[in-house]
């Protein structure tokens, strides 16, 4: 029961009616069937004892969503569900040939969750199975793919979120209660407000924060990771208008971690509220985030926060599908948009008071088809505002055309094999690493390189599970690949895993040539720093940068020419001369120049104010003079910690 854009803006409930949304559905449903009734965040959940009438009242609830415009479920209390076993075994039985692997009890929320290997036949045609499963075991059946590629660490995470299935139940209850009881309180001005707490005029530590009269909505909370100054690695959180306690919501746009690095940090410093994000953000997110704990423990750091303050983070993730619209506080409307740019990155579009105002924060965005993503969304209901993202803004950031990169990058990889060299490729974890999986894995099906081990170190394995698990939100010939066995790029026996220091060094002692695709993508900490200290000094092998370099990290300074590599080893400070060949590859998951104009000029409707941030400087600024002048509309280019009223 999905609330769908096409009624999505049709009015604001009144004001009064809204305060005790649910009495008033009360009024259309017997008194006597209904054991209770809750939010679920913005939804709105009935409970039921009566079978009867949790298995007959479609049309009854059809007709309430009608009505009061949200999503409303009805589902069986959990005192009448069938106990576990015999739900197993009753569900087994209807969909034998299903190859389900995992049955989760929420048994909170009287929900089954079932993993199939083929989901379609535990639904049956028509949802003639489905509807088999509720009448025999008064439990509502919610089905998952089983990913060809299984990960341990994926599966941790669904178990945090169904461990605290009591928790969740309640926690998702008070989000409701913040949705629709500030609505009695009235304001009598409107107006929207967004500071720049991070990423203006700069690439790194991401943060925005939205108010309003009624809410305090954050947008992205990540770290400069290529920061040298640690005092200048977060956002500005001490900002005066910036008060831990009275946040609302955080929305996390993809799972970069200059745009999400920091959400366990306000968890260990208290806050309560939701994350709202897509499913495979959440899932990479947490990924990436426990690999900094991890790398930090390595380096003989303290972590910034702990594996607790993760799982506190997974336990108040609220996830959307791209273009599901939803409350989130009592004067803003959310809905994702697919921005094209890595696995469920999204844009944010927020509608603000009753018609008031319409903000697009694009974040991280790519407007073309790559090989494995979608090019992001153009079209929305409203905007009025746009936030856009100018990493590549500058006049002279064109790339070119993919055919020409990809044979450009064809070359050197021959190259390689030709050398018998190894070819280092630092990647940020999510996006272009499994790019490049599915670049290699074309080049060697089709026979035009010979075939190469690729190693990916454990992490990386991971997240292509996680991109197998999510096929909705990948392109539609990716998406038609990965459910054929024989075709799914990810599974081509070349790609190899790397779980430890051990297999590490077996891969950088191997003879003969390969390629290696590890982490950080900016030679910041990580696998990829390792390599390059055991790799670096040979000129047979090859350094291919993917990803944007950030001011002050190795990669920069190895781009802008150095020659040399030192590190700590123990008490000792150890030099590497570098004599590895150095390539960017012109390939991005950002939008050059040319695609920033283009999807400005295809947004529809168009925005009458442009606010450019996530660029350096010169770029910022370049990019805002000429929207300003193809456009006509006023743009912005604020610094961090300046504030704009948007209306
Ligand atoms: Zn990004």
């Not at 030709?418 to 999510?430: A, D, E, R, T, W």
Request: aromatic share 8%.
């Amino acid at each position: 029961m999905r609330w769908s854009k096409t009624n999505a803006f049709i009015c604001f409930f009144c004001l009064k009616k809204m305060a005790d949304i649910i009495k008033e559905i009360m009024k259309f449903i017997p008194a006597d069937k209904i054991s209770s009734a809750e939010y679920e965040a913005a939804d709105i959940v009935l409970y039921t004892k009566d079978k009867d009438f949790f298995l007959n009242s479609e049309s009854t609830i059809k007709e309430l969503v009608n009505e009061f415009k949200k999503r409303i479920e009805l589902r069986p209390d959990p005192d009448i569900t069938l106990d576990q076993e015999k739900t197993k075994k009753i569900i087994s039985e209807l969909a034998t040939d299903a190859n389900i692997t995992d049955f989760i009890f929420d048994s909170q929320r009287s929900r089954v969750i079932i993993h199939a290997e083929k989901p379609g036949l535990v639904i049956g045609k028509q949802g003639a199975i489905l509807r088999e499963i509720k009448e025999k075991t008064s439990w509502v059946p919610i089905i998952f793919r089983t990913p060809p590629i299984r990960s341990k660490l994926i599966e941790g995470i669904r178990n945090v979120l169904y461990e605290n299935s009591d928790y969740r139940r309640k926690f998702l209850n008070k989000v409701g209660h913040r949705i629709y009881d500030g609505w009695q309180r009235g304001k009598k001005h409107e107006w929207v407000r967004i500071s720049f707490l991070g990423a203006a005029r700069q690439v790194g530590r991401s943060c925005l924060l939205l108010q309003t009269p009624e809410s305090r909505v954050m947008l992205d909370c990540g770290i400069d990771i290529a920061s040298i100054q640690q005092a200048e690695q977060f956002p500005f959180l001490d900002a005066p208008e910036f008060k831990l306690e009275d946040l609302d919501a955080i929305i996390i746009t993809h799972s970069h971690l200059d745009h999400c690095y920091l959400v366990p940090y306000l968890y260990k410093f208290g806050y309560k509220g939701p994350v709202y994000c897509t499913a495979p953000t959440r899932d990479v997110m947490a990924l990436l985030q426990l690999d900094t704990i991890k790398i930090a423990m390595n380096e003989g750091r303290d972590p910034h926060y702990s594996v607790e303050d993760i799982k506190e983070m997974i336990k108040h993730t609220i996830c959307l599908d791209w273009e599901e619209v939803t409350d989130i506080t009592p004067d803003v409307r959310l809905t994702l948009y697919n921005s094209g740019h890595i696995l469920g990155s999204s844009m944010v579009h927020l509608h603000v008071g009753n018609g008031l105002h319409n903000i697009l924060y694009t974040s991280d965005m790519k407007f073309s088809r790559t090989n494995i993503y979608e090019a992001a969304a153009t079209s929305f209901p409203r905007l009025e505002t746009m936030i856009i993202e100018s990493t590549y803004g500058g006049s002279d950031d064109l790339s070119p055309p993919r055919k020409e990169a990809d044979e450009q990058f064809k070359e050197k990889l021959a190259n390689v094999i030709k050398n018998k060299g190894k070819m280092l490729m630092p990647v940020l974890g999510s996006g272009r690493a499994q790019q490049l999986m599915m670049l290699i894995s074309e080049l060697v099906r089709k026979k035009e390189i010979a075939p190469i081990n690729v190693y990916l170190e454990g992490m990386l394995w991971d997240i292509t599970a996680i991109h197998t698990a999510y096929p909705e939100y990948l392109n539609i010939n990716v998406r038609k690949q990965i459910f054929h066995k024989d075709e799914n790029p990810f599974l081509n026996e070349i790609f190899k895993r790397v779980g430890s220091a051990e297999e590490r060094r077996l891969v950088i002692e191997e003879e003969g040539t390969c390629v290696i695709l590890a982490t950080s993508g900016m030679l910041v900490g990580g696998p990829s720093v390792e390599y390059l200290k055991q790799l670096g000094d040979n000129a047979r092998n090859s350094l291919v940068f993917t990803c944007y370099q950030g001011e002050g990290s190795l990669g920069r300074r190895i781009l802008n020419g150095d020659k040399e590599l030192t590190f700590k080893n123990g008490a000792q400070s150890e030099v590497v001369p570098l004599k590895i060949e150095v390539y960017k590859m012109s390939l991005s998951d950002h939008s050059d120049r040319e695609e920033l104009m283009n999807f400005i000029a295809s947004c529809d409707p168009k925005p009458r104010r442009v606010i450019i941030q996530h660029g350096e400087s010169s770029k910022v600024l370049d990019l805002a003079s000429s929207i300003h002048k193809q456009f006509k509309i006023e743009t912005n280019a604020p610094r961090n910690l300046e504030a704009i009223r948007l209306r």
